[in-house]
């Protein structure tokens, strides 16, 4: 996926039965408050990420950073799950979340190299023409660090679980944002 300097970013997919134990300690950790998960068990956990394994319209995958796992990312079309009814979505939009895992070593600028990676890894499906994120209106950190590769935020808009702020990022403004002409 992405060699950065900071070391070999690659996503593999999620094994919901393998990886919630992983993933547990990553989504109950308070560093992941916005995850919304704090509380969950594992049984939750590993319950949460076979329905996304079972859903035709979502995926989830391990980010791995030199070969130990390092991140968590969801793809989903907006069309069937997360957004459905909060916006018209148009042709190649595709849904995006991202954890980084929490670490009490962290590498400056690791977070920025993994969403660059994770934003490559969508962008490089051809039918990809804009990537959605919908972040919790209270995740300043998240919105500044989205809005370094291009994304612009549009409008809050209500979500049942949190009032999310809708952003967009086209394939154009995420080259703009690494320097690259179009």
Known sequence: MSTQILGA??????????DAELLHSWVTHPKAAHWMMLDARLEDVEREYMRIAAHEHHDAFIGMHDGEPAFLMERYDPRYVELVGLYEPEPGDVGMHFLVAPTDTPVHGFTRAVITAVMESLFADPRTRRVVVEP???????????ETVGFVPVREIQK????????FCTREQFLASRGVAI
């Open 9 to 18: 970013l690659s996503l593999r997919p999620l094994d919901p039965l393998t």
């Open 136 to 146: 919790d209106v209270t995740n300043t950190a998240v919105h500044a660090l989205n």
């Open 160 to 167: 049942p679980e949190k009032r999310a702020l809708l952003s």
